[in-house]
């Protein structure tokens, strides 16, 4: 691309027309003592410095490899196997452009849509797309979905739902005619019908559930969807996609949208990202889906080919028209998943479900057995559950940071009335010397 720098004659033209006689005077704004900042930096560093200068700060960083970590809360350490890596790492794909022109981009589409194709099969639900930024955006997007299709106003999400997606929700909804509005959980952290049925209105356009939620409780959705249905509202369903390996899927549920994050699918932790949001609906909202979808068709010799497909013209233009601005995604997020499911098929997506329910069922009996500790979620989990502690969760936090241990989060911080209350993790990758060695410790701290 040229560039065409100003010259004297255009700068003093443009400011003619602006009406200020110099550049000066359009910071007459900003006040003069942070016009020109003094930027204290330090001498500048030779490579081999710097390199050892960030090997340092890296050494700083608390990793799963060298403490033993039962924090979850949306974030979640599962193996991976290497092939995962193996595969993405491929040039073609590690560094594939943007697939607008399918006949330089048949691998990358095709991976896009065995993603689709694996995630339609893992939910239960007919039309995936091709990923979104992190399961947060993934929620926002579908509640656009559902106020554009019921052309109502109003959404339901329960207090149980990722706190930071419910942010991320109404950071979405600023500006347009959406209103968000919570229901509150029970004191066993399930749903609370009666709130519910209090709010549920024939205003409302959705109603966003989680399960399992927030807090590792798996959800009853029975009733919850036969009211949802019977108002004529959209049945949105978050939850852990290995978990609907062993639970019932959101097809299963007759969701209307599934959604949420796609980490736990090869992706790694990685200080919170890249990672892979998930979108999956039915064919009824098929038109209503936002980002890109890979389909397959046949060119004109025959042949098995894959093109983007069903984005609106108004999607990269006319964006004022359009369903949703997302117009990218995480690809190489959704080539992990995509070999990650793969690679275990649906036997092996079952077996680590059960493990992650084995191991979850066994430390929160574990705990509950000691002096000090209260388990709160008494009924069906996955992965998760909440314990309560008489001591403050950040005493006991740094206690076991000093045992090499990383804890539970601390729910005070998101919801005020959970004090001293954390939610702890057990995975599969968790043996049981090192869940009995937690609760040792645990029980020493407590006391």
Known sequence: MENFP????DQHQMLAEIGVQHFG?????????????KINLPEALSELDAQKWFCELAGQNITLKQ?????????????????VRHVVSRSEFYTAYTPYQPEASQGSLQMLFEYQSLMCELTGLEVSNGSHYDGATALAESLMMALNHTRRNNILIASSVHPEYRLVARTYLQGTHGVLEEVSFSPDFAFDLNDFKKKLSPEIAAVVIQSPNFFGLVEDLTEIEKLVHANGSLLIMMGHPLSFGFFKSPGEWHADIACGEGQPLGIVPGFGGPWLGYLVTTKALMRRIPGRLV?????????????LTLQAREQHIRREKAPSNICSNQALCAMMACVYLATLGESGVKQIAELNLENANY????????PGIEVLTKGTIFNEFVVKFSKP????????????????????????TLKNQTVFCATETKSKAEMDRFVSELKRISQ
């Open 295 to 307: 389909g397959m068709t046949k060119d004109h010799e025959g042949r098995r080919a894959f093109c």
């Open 393 to 416: 969760i950040q005493k006991i936090n740094g206690e076991l940071r000093k045992r090499g241990m990383i804890g539970g989060l601390d729910l005070e911080r998101f919801y005020p």
């Open 25 to 37: 005077e359009m910071l007459k704004c900003i006040p003069e003592k942070l016009r020109n900042p």
């Open 363 to 370: 430390l929160r009996d574990s705990l509950g057995a000691v």
């Open 6 to 9: 100003l010259t004297s004659e």
């Open 67 to 83: 403490n033993l970590s039962f924090l979850g809360s949306g974030c979640y350490e599962h193996f991976i196997p290497s092939i």
